[in-house]
Nanobody, 126 residues
Framework: QVQVVESGGGSVQAGGSLRLSCTAS????????MAWFRQPPGKEREGVAA???????TYAESVKGRFTISQDNLKVTLYLQMNSLTPEDTAMYYC????????????????????WGQGTQVTASS
């Protein structure tokens, strides 16, 4: 059983930066996809970025050039470096994982992920 736990949320001024972390435990090997999602107040959950088991990454258009997803060498911790935050980035951010690889056509579909963290709040104020 894989468990994921996020940390690192908080409140910043617009233009500021935050780094989120997601620790995955219980992973025993094989292909996987790990991703960050977010749910702004009153809106549906949306995909932010995903990291494949081969290290390739993919991003939502709204965060390209500002956010960077990465993993540590042991592939047990997923990070999301968020720069140039705007009020539109304010949301609950979730880490998600599934035990098969990402693909460009489905990484953003939240229903494909089996394992979810509890979420961490990110607030960027103007």
């Amino acid at each position: 059983q894989v468990q994921v736990v996020e940390s690192g949320g908080g409140s910043v001024q617009a233009g500021g930066s935050l780094r989120l972390s997601c620790t995955a435990s219980g992973y025993t090997g094989g292909n996987y996809c790990m991703a960050w999602f977010r749910q702004p107040p009153g809106k549906e959950r949306e995909g932010v970025a995903a990291s494949k088991s081969d290290g390739r990454t993919t991003y939502a258009e709204s965060v390209k050039g500002r956010f960077t997803i990465s993993q540590d060498n042991l592939k047990v911790t997923l990070y999301l470096q968020m720069n140039s935050l705007t009020p539109e980035d304010t949301a609950m951010y979730y880490c998600a994982a599934r035990l098969y690889d990402c693909d460009s056509g489905s990484w953003w579909q939240d229903w494909r992920y089996t394992y979810w963290g509890q979420g961490t709040q990110v607030t960027a104020s103007s």
